[in-house]
């Protein structure tokens, strides 16, 4: 499974931002799909995962952007969205999609659950 993320860029405080992450060489349909993401000098974080054993209807968030960001997954595309509302610059980071095909349920938000990984993309927010 390759994984491509695209839409990042540069935005003010209070903007908006869509993230989108396509899947190309498999069906991610049953595969668990998630966001994280890495700013300068500090760990890869959990930012929300969205599940695939309810067809997707279930969505975990950090509590960082619970309220602001949403994740959605369209199965007929195969890609995975991040709306992000109301950015702060602490939101400033390299966001990564990623794929867990084991569809891990109590450990969905763990890095570790995650097999495959896009190549990230800038997102940065200016106060």
């Known amino acids: 499974v390759q994984l491509q993320a695209s839409g990042g860029g540069l935005v003010q405080a209070g903007g908006s931002l869509r993230l989108s992450c396509a899947a190309s060489g498999r069906t991610v349909n049953r595969y668990n799909m998630g966001w994280f993401r890495q700013a300068p000098g500090k760990e890869r974080e959990f930012v929300a995962a969205i599940n695939y054993w309810t067809g997707g209807s279930i969505a975990y968030y950090s509590d960082s952007v619970r309220g602001r960001f949403t994740i959605s997954r369209d199965n007929a595309e195969n890609t995975v969205y991040l709306q992000m509302n109301s950015l702060k610059p602490e939101d400033t980071a390299v966001y990564y999609c990623?794929?867990?095909?084991?569809?891990?349920?109590?450990?969905?938000?763990?890095?570790?659950?995650?097999?495959?990984w896009g190549q990230g993309t800038q997102v940065t927010v200016s106060s």
């Open positions: 990623a794929a867990d095909p084991k569809g891990s349920r109590s450990d969905i938000h763990l890095r570790t659950s995650y097999e495959y």
